[in-house]
C-alpha cells in the first residue's frame, strides 16, 4: 500500500508541475486562436463520483476510561455498489463518494470555487495493530483489550472496536484552479483542456464509533482542516458542458474527532489521501463579452 500510494502522490504532483510551468504549452499550436476558448465570467458547476485512498494513519482515542494509541492503522474507502435506484435517483444522489462545485472565472483561465468532497473512511477489520496506552479493566470486560499497553500488537476487530467515517469524511474546500486549453477543432465545440488546482478547507467528518459493543453514530462536526492539491484533463463540447477526470492528493488533521455522542471523548489522527473522480459540469456565462 505504501509504495502504491507513493506512486499516486508523485503522480498528481508531476502532472500538476506541468500545468504550473507551462510545459503543456507543447500542444498551442493545436488549439486554434480565433475559437474563443477563455472562460472569463462563466460560472461553473460539476457533479460526480470519487474513489479514496488512504495511507496508514496514527490514531488517538481518549475517554472515560480509555487513553490509548492505535498505530499504522490501515483503511479504506466505502464505495456504494452501482444501482440505478441510488445514483439516478435525485433523492439518493449524495448516499455514493460525491464530488459537488461550483466556481467562477475570475480571469480568461482562472477560477476560485467551493466544493464539498464526500469521500468515505473505515478502519480494515481484524487487521494488527500496534497499541499504546490504557484501557479500563473495571470499565470494560475483555481481558484480550483491556489493561495497560507498551507498544503491543492486538487484533483489530469488531469485538473491540469499529471506527470509521461513513456517513462522510467530507472536505469542504475553496480552490483556485487554473485551466489551459490543450487542443479544439476549427469549431470550438469540441476542446480538451487541462485543469490543476490547490485547495484549503475544513473537515468534516460524520463519524460513526462503536466501542466494546456500544455504538455512536454521533454527527456531522467540524473537526479539523485539509489541503489538497489536484490536477486533471476536462473534455469540453458544445461550448458548455465539459467530463471531467481529476486526481487529488490531499493532507488532513483532525484533532476533535466526536466518538461518544455530547460525552467530552474524542479522537485525534491525521490522514493522507489520494482521490480520483470524474465528473460532469457546465459552463454558464455571466458576462457578455463584446465581439471584435
Given amino acids: 500500500m505504501a509504495i502504491t500510494f507513493a506512486k499516486m502522490k508523485r503522480f498528481v504532483l508531476i502532472i500538476l508541475g506541468i500545468q504550473i510551468f507551462g510545459i503543456s504549452g507543447i500542444a498551442q499550436d493545436d488549439v486554434h486562436p480565433y475559437v474563443p476558448l477563455e472562460k472569463d465570467g462563466h460560472l461553473f458547476i460539476t457533479w460526480g463520483y ?13 475517554g472515560d476510561g480509555y487513553d490509548f494509541t492505535l498505530f499504522d492503522a490501515k483503511a479504506q474507502d466505502m464505495p456504494e455498489e452501482f444501482d440505478t435506484k441510488v ?48 484501557i479500563s479493566e473495571e470499565k470494560y470486560f475483555d481481558e484480550a483489550y483491556t489493561g495497560t499497553f507498551n507498544d503491543e500488537y ?13 456517513d462522510g469524511f467530507n472536505f469542504i474546500r475553496a480552490a ?27 473537515m468534516m467528518p460524520w463519524t460513526d464509533f462503536t466501542f466494546f ?31 471531467q477526470v481529476n486526481a487529488q492528493v490531499g493532507y488532513t488533521h483532525l484533532p476533535d ?9 474524542r479522537a485525534e489522527q491525521k490522514i493522507v489521501f489520494f482521490e480520483r473522480s470524474f465528473a460532469l459540469g457546465g459552463y454558464i456565462p455571466l458576462v457578455r463579452k463584446n465581439k471584435s
Avoid at 154 to 166: A, E, K, N, P, V
Avoid at 217 to 233: D, I, Q
Fill in 213 to 243: 459493543g456500544e455504538r455512536y453514530r454521533n454527527w456531522a462536526h467540524v473537526a479539523g482542516y485539509g489541503v489538497s492539491l489536484s490536477a486533471g484533463l476536462r473534455y469540453e463540447f458544445l461550448r458548455h458542458f465539459f467530463f
Fill in 154 to 166: 492486538i487484533l483489530y476487530s469488531g469485538r473491540f472496536m469499529d471506527f470509521h467515517h461513513s
Fill in 257 to 265: 474527532i466526536l466518538l461518544e455522542d455530547e460525552k467530552p471523548s
Fill in 50 to 62: 470519487n474513489r479514496a485512498f488512504y495511507d496508514n494513519s496514527d490514531i488517538h482515542f481518549q
Fill in 87 to 134: 445514483y439516478l435517483n435525485p433523492g439518493q444522489l449524495t448516499i455514493p463518494q460525491f464530488n459537488f462545485r461550483v466556481g467562477y472565472y475570475i480571469k480568461p483561465d482562472l477560477a476560485i470555487s467551493l466544493g464539498w468532497d464526500h469521500m468515505k473512511y473505515r478502519l480494515i477489520t481484524t487487521q494488527l495493530v500496534r497499541i499504546d496506552g490504557y
Fill in 176 to 202: 483556485i484552479e487554473k485551466r489551459k486549453a490543450l487542443f479544439s477543432d476549427k469549431s470550438g465545440l469540441n476542446v480538451l483542456a487541462f485543469n490543476g488546482a490547490a485547495s484549503v478547507g475544513v
